[in-house]
């Protein structure tokens, strides 16, 4: 029995690390998803991003959104932006807008 409650306790704290790792990283993903238009720094000075009168993802506007609406842009598509819904699950969606959120001015 005190080795299966051992056991027990060494899986338990030992779990939330493994699953820590394993959280997806919105600037990861960010980048071959979204910087070849909004640009690394997510300004939308990139040829592209010029061309199609984007919007800094920095700035008050974008950043005033609600996170909802972010993942209604990013699951949806926008203009000519493609639609990520089905090619991003609901975790990397939650760190791309994390990581659209670290952008503030």
Request: hydrophobic share 45%; proline share 5%.
């Amino acid at each position: 029995m005190k080795r299966i409650s051992i056991l027990s306790l060494a899986v338990a704290l030992v779990a939330p690390v493994v699953f820590a790792d394993a959280a997806p990283d919105g600037a990861a993903i960010f980048k071959p998803n979204c910087a070849v238009c909004h640009g690394a720094d997510g300004k939308g000075k990139t040829p592209t991003g010029r061309s199609l009168h984007l919007k800094d993802l920095g700035s008050d506007e974008v950043q005033s959104m609600k996170n909802e609406e972010l993942q209604k842009i990013i699951e949806d598509g926008k203009g000519t932006m493609p639609a990520f819904k089905g090619k991003l699950d609901q975790a990397s969606i939650d760190a791309l807008i994390a990581f659209i959120r670290t952008l503030k001015k």
